[in-house]
């Protein structure tokens, strides 16, 4: 199972495109099969590329597993951050996110907020120019987070010249191997989260002093550090640890439908909540993108009881990796795999 502490680590971490699972895996499945057995991360572990014990896995998250990710990754989110918590304080952190996202506010708030970030990431493009998408969305995604996280506006100094270059630094860290020397990304990583945790620091810390002079209903709730200062118990160090043509041509008809079906009837411009009901091929489309691209390629989980799953043993305490990434590409789950059909995903 490899070199003694590392195992197979560094051959389970090399790049690899994302619409691919990669050579490591591809030969490990070829010689052992959708599960088998590794030592990754510093411990035993359990690979699966099985959708059966995957879906296993998360439908017993709390009573046969629980998440476990490396120490190494919890040193770059935080010990309170939602990634890493197990049992009642990830609860309570759940409970706190998904009040904030409730569907009114989804709404009122955050559907007006993504039309106007989507459109000055679209301002920003020059005619008959080439642009990266992934740069593109990259910023539509960071400009989206500082407004919503702690009210930050795209291109003030704070937020293009601080923020989002630590961001970038700190984002390139959570994914590279965890080796906290000099010069690595990890330890650039662990650099630009003290500078980000700092930033937000003074930022409660000026809220705070608001509180004190005006009272605490004057606190504003219109973002998360706000709300999380107004409607829970969190420590400081919690809330801060608290984060193909046809297609494009049928996705253009959508879009158009709605804005003249607008326009024609009841002569609004802005996007509301019955608009983006409408957006069906756009779901398709988003669907689609996160099975091809699989952002999230594996889950970390650990196994807190002996578990029995169709002829396998997994011991207690052995690390459990569902590779979700390998159940996308998988052509007995989707017929070509390899190409971009978000028609895959409309309802019969």
């Known amino acids: 199972m490899g070199w003694p502490f590392i195992g197979e680590t560094i051959g389970y971490l090399k790049p690899y495109s994302?619409?691919?699972?990669g050579e490591f895996m591809e030969q490990h499945i070829a010689r052992y099969g959708k599960i088998y057995k590794s030592h990754l991360f510093g411990e035993p572990t359990i690979v699966s590329a099985d959708a059966g014990l995957n879906k296993f896995i998360l439908q017993n998250e709390g009573k046969l597993f629980e998440c476990s990710y490396p120490?190494?990754?919890?040193?770059?989110?935080?010990?309170?951050?939602?990634l890493v918590l197990v049992g009642d304080m990830h609860r309570d952190m759940r409970i706190?996110?998904?009040?904030?996202l409730s569907n009114a506010r989804l709404k009122t708030h955050l559907l007006p907020e993504?039309?106007?970030?989507?459109?000055?990431?679209?301002s920003s493009w020059k005619e008959?120019?080439?642009?990266?998408?992934?740069?593109?969305?990259?910023?539509?995604?960071?400009?989206?987070?500082?407004?919503?996280?702690?009210?930050?506006?795209?291109?003030?100094?704070?937020?293009e010249q601080l923020l989002k270059k630590e961001?970038?630094?700190?984002?390139?860290?959570?994914?590279?191997p965890p080796l906290n020397l000099p010069g690595t990304a990890y330890r650039r990583a662990l650099k630009s989260r003290?500078?980000?945790?700092?930033f937000i620091e003074r930022k409660m810390d000026d809220r705070i002093r608001k509180v004190g002079d005006q009272g605490s209903e004057k606190l504003e709730d219109d973002d998360l550090l706000g709300w999380a200062l107004k409607h829970s118990n969190l420590s400081k160090e919690q809330i801060l640890d608290f984060g193909c043509p046809t297609a494009v041509h049928q996705l253009q008809e959508e879009h158009v439908e709605i804005a003249r079906a607008k326009k024609e009837i009841r002569r609004e411009k802005e996007l509301n909540w019955d608009d983006y009901k409408k957006m069906e091929f756009t779901q398709c489309v988003i669907n689609e993108t996160l099975r091809y691209g699989n952002v999230v390629r594996f889950l970390h989980r650990k196994a807190i009881k002996d578990v029995q799953y169709e002829g396998y043993d997994i011991p207690s305490g052995w690390k459990v990796l569902p590779v979700v990434a390998a159940v996308h590409l998988d052509p007995s789950h989707f017929d070509g795999p390899q190409h971009f059909h978000p028609w895959r995903w409309q309802v019969r």
């Open 18 to 21: 994302a619409t691919t699972i």
């Open 71 to 82: 120490r190494s990754i919890g040193g770059i989110l935080g010990k309170w951050s939602m």
């Open 96 to 100: 706190i996110s998904l009040n904030f």
């Open 114 to 122: 993504v039309e106007k970030q989507t459109l000055l990431v679209l």
């Open 128 to 159: 008959n120019s080439t642009f990266c998408a992934q740069d593109e969305a990259k910023k539509f995604t960071f400009n989206l987070m500082a407004r919503h996280i702690m009210s930050l506006d795209p291109g003030k100094p704070e937020t």
């Open 167 to 176: 961001y970038i630094t700190f984002m390139k860290g959570v994914v590279s």
């Open 194 to 198: 003290s500078t980000i945790l700092k």
